[in-house]
């Protein structure tokens, strides 16, 4: 499937993890990391691509970088109040673009339960949201995704005695989902061998 | 399993940080080379898709509206596939204040009502509710100390505009 990740964001984090900090990527802002998935950084101005199956954009919150993107679907990881409020800020822009707005809970369990359930009540309250039924958990294998430049199930210890653990298996069935949202068809389950 | 030990922190920073907005000519040739972008170069600072003038060749022309200057009903597709934000300007909403849900609805049914913003309605509401307020203050004044043609007092507000101003 011909996919393209292209990074708005001035910092260009999604430029740096798919290299894996490679230096040429820094240079020409362009990496091809396998056949199908080529990487591309472009501050601030969304690039017309053509005949690609999909395109996975890490957008800057700034609204006016964002509207100039018109996804199929918007991905928004929230945790605790300020991301909550801060999403409001462009969300009434989001909404009306029309296309799915899917809020994903992030980091659950941190600062405690309240902060989980005080979430859930104001996502509740807001009209025209998705929100996705799981909760991403407070991971160190999501956290430490970062430092291997890879994906969280990819780590070495994401499959602890031969069992995914929680963060590895939540972020990849929140990859799956928003992949079936998007209209892909549900890769088949691999069976895991236990011992 | 990728790899058993992460890669040293990189403290060289990133040179793309300081990359002009858009696409390098590079990474530009090299989507070009895969066919995966149009080989037009484009101006780097602009954020929207240029206007495209309608041409009598590509499609039959239905009526005036069609000369590209007609509203754009929903996301248009490129042959690809791919959808493109829709050229139609649109004002922003966006606003950095919250209020609770019931209240929220109220303001924007009187933003839309008056055809203005809701900043304009919030200073409207305040300055009226500060009018009654002031003529409740004095009137409880004279009728403590009556005294007949007295001036207005200093503090006394200004009638506001009742046409909305946009901004």
């Given at each position: 499937?011909?996919?393209?990740?292209?990074?708005?964001?001035?910092?260009?984090?999604?430029?740096?993890?798919?290299?894996?900090?490679?230096?040429?990527?820094?240079?020409?802002?362009?990496?091809?990391?396998?056949?199908?998935?080529?990487?591309?950084?472009?501050?601030?101005?969304?690039?017309?691509?053509?005949?690609?199956?999909?395109?996975?954009?890490?957008?800057?919150?700034?609204?006016?970088?964002?509207?100039?993107?018109?996804?199929?679907?918007?991905?928004?990881?929230?945790?605790?109040r300020l991301?909550f409020e801060n999403?409001h800020n462009?969300l009434s822009?989001?909404?009306?673009?029309?296309?799915?707005?899917?809020?994903?809970?992030?980091?659950?369990?941190?600062?405690?339960?309240?902060?989980?359930?005080?979430?859930?009540?104001a996502?509740?309250a807001v009209?025209?949201?998705?929100?996705?039924?799981?909760?991403?958990?407070?991971?160190?294998?999501?956290?430490?995704?970062?430092?291997?430049?890879?994906?969280?199930?990819?780590?070495?210890?994401?499959?602890?005695?031969?069992?995914?653990?929680?963060?590895?298996?939540?972020?990849?069935?929140?990859?799956?989902?928003?992949?079936?949202?998007?209209?892909?068809?549900?890769?088949?389950?691999?069976?895991?061998?236990?011992? | 399993?990728?790899?058993?030990?992460?890669?040293?922190?990189?403290?060289?920073?990133?040179?793309?940080?300081?990359?002009?907005?858009?696409?390098?000519?590079?990474?530009?040739?090299?989507?070009?080379?895969?066919?995966?972008?149009?080989?037009?170069?484009?101006?780097?600072?602009?954020?929207?898709?240029?206007?495209?003038?309608?041409?009598?060749?590509?499609?039959?022309?239905?009526?005036?509206?069609?000369?590209?200057?007609?509203?754009?009903?929903?996301?248009?597709?490129?042959?690809?596939?791919?959808?493109?934000?829709?050229?139609?300007?649109?004002s922003l909403r966006a606003r950095h204040f919250r209020l609770p849900i019931e209240i929220d609805d109220k303001l924007q049914d009187l933003t839309e009502t008056y055809d203005s913003t809701m900043v304009w309605v919030i200073c409207k509401l305040i300055h009226e509710d500060w009018v009654r307020t002031r003529r409740a203050m004095r009137r409880s004044t004279s009728e403590d100390q009556p005294s007949e043609g007295q001036p207005a007092a200093p503090g006394d507000p200004p009638d506001l505009s009742s046409t909305p101003t946009k901004g």
């Open positions: 499937m011909p996919t393209i990740g292209a990074g708005l964001d001035r910092q260009g984090d999604l430029l740096k993890w798919m290299s894996q900090g490679d230096a040429v990527a820094k240079e020409d802002a362009f990496f091809e990391r396998s056949e199908f998935l080529s990487i591309v950084y472009s501050p601030m101005v969304m690039p017309e691509l053509r005949g690609v199956d999909l395109v996975v954009i890490d957008c800057p919150v700034e609204v006016e970088i964002a509207l100039t993107v018109n996804p199929s679907m918007w991905i928004i990881p929230v945790h605790g991301g999403m462009v822009d989001i909404l009306a673009t029309k296309s799915t707005v899917l809020v994903i809970k992030n980091n659950g369990g941190r600062g405690g339960v309240m902060v989980d359930r005080n979430l859930d009540a996502l509740k009209k025209g949201l998705t929100v996705y039924a799981d909760t991403l958990p407070e991971s160190d294998t999501i956290c430490r995704s970062a430092d291997f430049a890879d994906a969280a199930w990819n780590l070495p210890y994401a499959n602890r005695k031969m069992v995914t653990t929680k963060g590895a298996s939540a972020i990849k069935n929140m990859c799956t989902h928003v992949l079936t949202q998007c209209g892909f068809r549900k890769p088949p389950a691999v069976p895991q061998k236990r011992k | 399993m990728s790899k058993t030990k992460p890669a040293p922190y990189d403290a060289n920073g990133f040179e793309g940080a300081h990359q002009a907005r858009g696409l390098s000519e590079k990474a530009r040739e090299r989507l070009a080379s895969k066919g995966l972008i149009a080989k037009t170069p484009q101006k780097a600072e602009r954020t929207t898709a240029p206007r495209r003038k309608a041409s009598s060749g590509d499609r039959p022309v239905k009526g005036s509206s069609e000369a590209g200057t007609g509203p754009v009903k929903g996301p248009s597709e490129t042959a690809a596939g791919l959808p493109r934000r829709s050229r139609k300007a649109r």
